[in-house]
């Protein structure tokens, strides 16, 4: 999967793309991040990204020309699957779209800032539109992040054991089960016995029993789903 993410602060990628599961992933070849600095195809004499909105109000609005330049010069390369926009008022994420989004050959993540950008790109050129939750953040780029994440640790060969995406919570509409490890008494608090009986089939129920609780306590509306 190549993914290109289109962005005012490119740095601030580094810390999240070359540590653990995202490093490992790109070192196997699994997963190519390109980082493009929405200012390099800025064309007025400042490098202005962003300028006034026509009507008045606060803020500023990022122009259509640098995004639109940017867009069109990686789509001359490849097709892309989507373009993705982060917004806060776009759909909020959430694990069926990162397995479907985990599927694609080539997405553009694009970083919105400011009072957001000019509407003609978001009709024209964005394909999806994705939020991360119902709070704002001070633009795109931390969503964008989390969304490479989830998307990444699904592709195939990325995760040493293959079927553990499987078992994450919200997998199955469905909160993992507890864990623990060594020690099995750690200052007087124990484990469940039944993870040490070493009866398989009993621990399997367990877990699912556990799973169901969790859900019922912690994300009641996932059941109603
Ligand atoms: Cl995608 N962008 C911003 N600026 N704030 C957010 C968000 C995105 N998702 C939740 N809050």
């Not at 991360?132 to 640790?153: H, K, P, Q």
């Not at 699904?154 to 509409?173: H, K, M, R």
């Amino acid at each position: 999967m190549r993914i290109d993410i289109i962005t005012i602060f490119p740095e601030m990628f580094a810390g999240w793309f070359d540590h653990s599961i995202v490093k490992r992933a790109r070192k196997k070849g699994l997963a190519e991040i390109h980082l493009h600095n929405l200012r390099d195809f800025a064309t007025s004499k400042h490098r202005n990204v962003d300028d006034y909105p026509f009507g008045g109000g606060s803020g500023m609005v990022m122009m259509a020309q640098p995004i639109a330049d940017c867009i069109d010069h990686l789509k001359k390369e490849r097709n892309y699957d989507e373009v993705i926009f982060l917004t806060p008022d776009g759909e909020i994420f959430n694990q069926p779209m990162t397995n479907k989004l985990s599927l694609a050959e080539n997405l553009i993540m694009l970083c919105g800032h400011y009072k957001g950008v000019d509407e003609r790109i978001r009709e024209h050129y964005v394909t999806m539109e994705v939020s991360i939750g119902n709070y704002v953040l001070s633009g795109g780029e931390l969503a964008a992040a989390v969304i490479c994440n989830s998307i990444i640790r699904l592709i195939p060969g990325v995760l040493s054991d293959e079927t553990s995406a499987l078992d994450d919570s919200f997998q199955d509409n469905l909160i993992s089960p507890p864990v623990y490890t060594r020690p099995a008494n750690f200052n007087g608090l124990k484990v469940p016995d039944v993870l040490l009986s070493g009866n398989e089939a009993l621990i399997r129920q367990w877990r699912s029993v556990q799973a169901l609780l969790r859900t019922r306590k912690r994300r009641p509306g996932m059941l109603e789903d």
